[in-house]
């Protein structure tokens, strides 16, 4: 059963402190996302990778990092350089060009206690 | 460059009536056009996608788009609403030439009273 999956689904975080949200994909997709989504300004894209051992910044990448080790796996690091790191966090994947839809893992809400 | 504007922040309906969702998008490529459904602390999923093949598109759920190239829109319809079909929905572009990352709009809210 193809997929992809996120975890945790709840994580909470003390201020100063790294996090690590896993995000793992079974579809052989070449192309990889992670957004950020608040309430009401819809996806914001942190990083993406479209190759393993590549990965590019997106619109609001200060403050996290990615590393994309294997096809499979893209986790992203929420640092503690991230000011405001409570959200919504989602990953995709795709089969990386412009025709083809994202699938999307259930999220993982962060919070920041 | 490419950008989507969703033309609706929130959009309230009656069950059983229909439902219009509007985006409008400009591309400097020929463009792929999707639309999102995401329902609360959820995922998004896939309604339907427009890839250059016919302008009137059916997706899951009985929704279905129309893709117009001449007015650079493609609006979401349902001819009835049903309370399952409350979520947030999002309007999004990628392009074939350039840089293929997906550009999202928004996103509108539908509220669907019984």
């Known amino acids: 059963d193809g997929g992809i999956t996120q975890s945790p689904k709840y994580l909470f975080r003390k201020e100063g402190q790294n996090v690590t949200l896993s995000c793992e994909q079974n579809l052989n997709h070449d192309a990889m996302y992670w957004y950020r989504q608040d309430p009401g300004q819809g996806l914001r894209l942190i990083y993406y990778?479209?190759?393993?051992?590549?990965?590019q910044k997106g619109d609001i990448a200060e403050g996290y990092s990615v590393s994309r080790e294997k096809k499979e796996s893209f986790p992203l690091t929420v640092t503690s350089a991230q000011k405001n790191p409570t959200a919504f966090y989602l990953c995709a994947s795709s089969r990386g060009d412009s025709y083809n839809e994202q699938f999307f893992g259930p999220g993982t809400r962060l919070t920041v206690l | 460059a490419q950008s989507v504007t969703q033309l609706d922040s929130h959009v309230s309906v009656s069950e059983g009536t229909p439902v219009l969702l509007r985006c409008n998008y400009s591309s400097s490529y020929s463009p792929s056009l999707f639309w999102y459904v995401q329902h609360p602390n959820k995922g998004l999923q896939l309604l339907l996608k427009?890839?250059?093949?016919?302008?009137l598109v059916k997706g899951i759920n009985g929704f279905e788009a129309e893709f117009k190239k001449s007015e650079t829109s493609f609006h979401l319809t349902k001819p009835s609403a049903h309370m399952s079909d409350a979520a947030e929905y999002f309007c999004?572009?990628?392009?074939?030439?350039?840089?293929?990352?997906?550009?999202f709009g928004r996103g509108t809210s539908l509220i669907v009273h019984p």
């Open positions: 999004v572009v990628s392009a074939s030439g350039g840089s293929y990352i997906p550009t």
């Open positions: 990778s479209q190759i393993v051992n590549d990965f």
């Open positions: 427009y890839t250059s093949a016919a302008t």
